[in-house]
């Protein structure tokens, strides 16, 4: 493994700003420093970055339309020992930004691939929603229309919170989807233009959400929506019925209320109670 880090170059993923060109680490400084080539979404805005720390490296642009072909090249680079720091205009690459087919093609060349952790919109915009849960998920985009675009937004309601990226000029188109499927009452996070001057996060329904998107202001900058998680669905608890049927065939109502407790997520005391029910 170390002749072939020595023999090839090393692809750093590198994580850059979201807004604030602070926000960039010392680490994620000295690797565009120190590579040989940066491979950006936009020449002109990771130029401006570089530029702020006096960084002099060389860029090359790899975005959406030109992934594919630009790859090839810059894998050759990297298998003759160059290495190469890839970025996207703003936060992580590959995670709803190009980047995905480069590290794809560079593990399968045999390439180190080294991540270089940094800013997230949708780990900052989930950090600032409050919303307990194990876990989220992230939808990134929505198609921009037709059938693919009504499936995904049918796909949302589910057990997690979900997380959304949307341009400002789809934002209340979006909005107004959400509310039609999840219901007004279902609560979200609008974060627009984080960690940029005008930030602003806001935790509130969807039902109020169109009017809080009213002003002026507020329809510039790009937006992360964070959808709360769902409530249990009813034929989670008919299952829990068909579950307590079947276990206390051979098992006390306790056991068998502990059991299903365990297997469907509802409450032991309320399954205790059906159980009990169910034995008389």
Same mark, same amino acid.
């Given at each position: 493994?170390?002749?072939?880090?020595?023999?090839?170059?090393?692809?750093?993923?590198?994580?850059?700003?979201?807004?604030?060109?602070?926000?960039?680490?010392?680490?994620?400084?000295?690797?565009?420093?120190?590579?040989?080539?940066?491979?950006?979404?936009?020449?002109?805005?990771?130029?401006?970055?570089?530029?702020?720390?006096?960084?002099?490296?060389?860029?090359?642009?790899?975005?959406?339309?030109?992934?594919?072909?630009?790859?090839?090249?810059?894998?050759?680079?990297?298998?003759?020992?160059?290495?190469?720091?890839?970025?996207?205009?703003?936060?992580?690459?590959?995670?709803?930004?190009?980047?995905?087919?480069?590290?794809?093609?560079?593990?399968?060349?045999?390439?180190?691939?080294?991540?270089?952790?940094?800013?997230?919109?949708?780990?900052?915009?989930?950090?600032?929603?409050?919303?307990?849960?194990?876990?989220?998920?992230?939808?990134?985009?929505?198609?921009?229309?037709?059938?693919?675009?009504?499936?995904?937004?049918?796909?949302?309601?589910?057990?997690?919170?979900?997380?959304?990226?949307?341009?400002?000029?789809?934002?209340?188109?979006?909005?107004?989807?959400?509310?039609?499927?999840?219901?007004?009452?279902?609560?979200?996070?609008?974060?627009?233009?984080?960690?940029?001057?005008?930030?602003?996060?806001?935790?509130?329904?969807?039902?109020?959400?169109?009017?809080?998107?009213?002003?002026?202001?507020?329809?510039?900058?790009?937006?992360?929506?964070?959808?709360?998680?769902? $409530?249990?669905?009813?034929?989670?608890?008919?299952?829990?019925?068909?579950?307590?049927?079947?276990?206390? $065939?051979?098992?006390?109502?306790?056991?068998?209320?502990?059991?299903?407790?365990?297997?469907?997520?509802?409450?032991?005391?309320?399954?205790?109670?059906?159980?009990?029910?169910?034995?008389?």
């Amino acid at each position: 493994m170390a002749d072939r880090e020595v023999d090839r170059g090393t692809l750093y993923v590198v994580a850059t700003p979201i807004g604030n060109l602070a926000d960039a680490s010392a680490r994620s400084i000295e690797v565009l420093r120190s590579v040989d080539l940066v491979a950006c979404e936009d020449t002109r805005t990771t130029r401006t970055l570089l530029s702020r720390y006096g960084i002099p490296t060389a860029t090359i642009a790899l975005h959406e339309h030109n992934e594919r072909a630009a790859a090839a090249g810059l894998i050759d680079a990297l298998q003759k020992g160059k290495s190469i720091a890839l970025v996207s205009d703003a936060g992580t690459p590959g995670i709803a930004d190009p980047g995905a087919l480069l590290v794809a093609e560079a593990h399968r060349a045999g390439i180190r691939v080294s991540p270089v952790p940094g800013p997230s919109a949708a780990a900052a915009a989930f950090s600032a929603a409050g919303f307990a849960a194990p876990g989220y998920r992230f939808a990134g985009f929505l198609p921009a229309s037709g059938a693919a675009r009504r499936k995904a937004i049918e796909a949302l309601d589910g057990p997690l919170p979900v997380i959304l990226y949307e341009a400002p000029h789809r934002i209340a188109r979006t909005l107004g989807e959400l509310a039609g499927k999840l219901g007004r009452d279902r609560q979200i996070v609008l974060a627009r233009e984080l960690s940029k001057k005008f930030e602003e996060v806001a935790r509130l329904s969807l039902g109020d959400a169109a009017a809080w998107l009213e002003a002026p202001h507020r329809q510039q900058g790009e937006f992360v929506i964070v959808v709360s998680a769902g $409530e249990p669905r009813e034929a989670q608890a008919l299952d829990a019925d068909h579950v307590l049927d079947v276990l206390l $065939e051979s098992l006390a109502p306790s056991e068998a209320a502990k059991i299903a407790a365990r297997l469907t997520g509802l409450s032991k005391k309320v399954l205790y109670k059906k159980a009990l029910g169910r034995a008389k």
